[in-house]
C-alpha cells in the first residue's frame, strides 16, 4: 500500500486538486469552481466528492493527509478568516469541517507559506533551514522558514512581508494602509510603476500602444527586454524598492537564500540581476554576500498543489 495525500489549492475562482506521491508525482488531478459554492457547506461536500472520487479504484493507495493552500488561512487554527476573495464571510473552520467527512489529519495554511514548504520538500530548498519565499503575482505574498519550520506566530498571520511600509505615505494598499512592499514590488505594482511612468516621462515606449487594462508584467518584461527605457527603468525602480525589502528580511531572519516565485519574477535576470545589486548595495555589512537571491525551481504551473501536499508531508513528518 503506498501513502499518498491530497493536495488543495483554493483560489478565488478556481479550486485544484491533486493525489501527490512522497516524491512530488502528482497522480491523480482535479478542479473545482469555487465561485459555483457561495455556502461553505455546499463546497465542503463537493470537496469530500472530489477526494474520494480520486481515490476511487485505487485499492493500492491509502490518503495519508489533506494539505491545503488558501487566501487568509491560519494554520494554527485551521481556519479561513475574513476573506476578501472568497465568498464566505467571518471565519470558517475549513479542516475541522473536512475532518468530519474524511479522517485523516487535515491543514492548512496560506498560498505562500505552502509555497515554501513546497520549496523545502520538492524544491530548491531541500537542503536548507533558513529561507524565505517571496511570491510576486497580484500582491506580495511571504512565507519565512527558521530553522527547518515556517514562522506562524503567536496568531498564526506571522510572515506578511508584502505589507511591511516601504515609503511612509506611499501608494494606497489593499490593506487599508499606505506604501506597502507589495503596491511596488509584485506584478500589478510594476504595472502602477509603468503607468505612472508613462504619464510623467516623456520617452518614447512601446508600453504607449497598449491600453492600461491590458499592461502586464509580462508585456512590461518583454519590452525591457527590447530595452524599452520606460519599461527597463520601471523594472530597475522595482527591483530597487524590492531590494530594500529583502534587505529588511535578511536582517530579521538571516536566510540562506530568498526565492522569488510568481508572475513577476518571470522577467528573469532582467529582475534577479538588479535585485542581486541593490541587496549587496543596501544590506547592512554583517549580512554582505551571505544571502543566495534564486528563482524558484517548482514548476509555476503545479506549485500551488504541489505546496499544500508539501504542508500535508511536513504535517505527517512532525
Ligand atoms: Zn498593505
Not at 292 to 308: D, H, R
Request: hydrophobic share 45%; proline share 3%.
Amino acid at each position: 500500500m503506498k501513502e499518498v495525500v491530497a493536495g488543495i489549492d483554493i483560489g478565488g475562482t478556481n479550486t485544484v486538486f491533486g493525489l501527490i506521491d512522497k516524491a512530488g508525482n502528482i497522480l491523480a488531478e482535479h478542479s473545482l469552481k469555487t465561485t459555483d459554492y457561495p455556502k461553505i457547506e455546499n463546497f465542503v461536500s463537493a470537496l469530500a466528492a472530489v477526494i474520494n472520487k480520486l481515490m476511487e479504484g485505487k485499492a493500492n493507495l491509502k490518503l495519508a493527509a489533506i494539505g491545503i493552500g488558501a487566501p487568509d488561512a491560519n494554520y494554527n487554527r485551521g481556519t479561513i478568516e475574513l476573506a476578501t476573495n472568497l465568498a464566505w464571510k467571518g471565519i470558517v473552520p475549513l479542516t475541522e469541517f473536512i475532518r468530519k467527512k474524511i479522517d485523516v489529519p487535515v491543514v492548512i495554511t496560506n498560498d505562500a507559506n505552502a509555497a515554501a514548504i513546497g520549496e523545502m520538500i520538492f524544491g530548491g530548498a531541500k537542503k536548507m533551514k533558513d529561507f524565505i519565499v517571496l511570491t510576486l503575482g497580484t500582491g506580495l505574498g511571504s512565507g519565512i522558514v527558521v530553522n527547518g519550520e515556517v514562522v506562524y506566530g503567536s496568531t498564526g498571520f506571522a510572515g506578511e512581508l508584502g505589507h511591511t511600509i516601504v515609503v511612509p505615505g506611499g501608494r494606497d494598499c489593499g490593506c487599508g494602509r499606505q506604501g506597502c512592499l507589495e503596491t511596488y514590488a509584485s506584478a500589478s505594482g510594476l504595472v502602477r510603476t509603468v503607468l505612472y511612468m508613462l504619464s510623467e516621462m516623456s520617452e518614447e515606449s512601446i508600453l504607449r500602444d497598449i491600453p492600461p487594462s491590458e499592461l502586464t508584467a509580462k508585456k512590461i518584461a518583454e519590452a525591457a527586454a527590447q530595452k524599452d527605457p520606460i519599461a527597463v527603468e520601471a523594472l530597475d525602480y522595482t527591483a530597487e524598492i524590492l531590494a530594500f525589502g529583502i534587505g529588511n528580511a535578511i536582517v530579521f531572519s538571516s536566510p540562506e537564500a530568498v526565492f522569488l516565485f510568481g508572475g513577476l519574477a518571470q522577467a528573469g535576470e532582467m529582475l534577479f540581476a538588479p535585485v542581486r545589486k541593490y541587496v549587496d548595495e543596501n544590506v547592512m555589512a554583517l549580512f554582505k554576500g551571505t544571502v543566495k537571491i534564486l528563482p524558484s525551481v517548482v514548476s509555476e504551473s503545479n506549485a500551488a498543489v504541489l505546496g499544500a501536499a508539501a504542508l500535508a508531508w511536513n504535517e505527517l513528518k512532525k
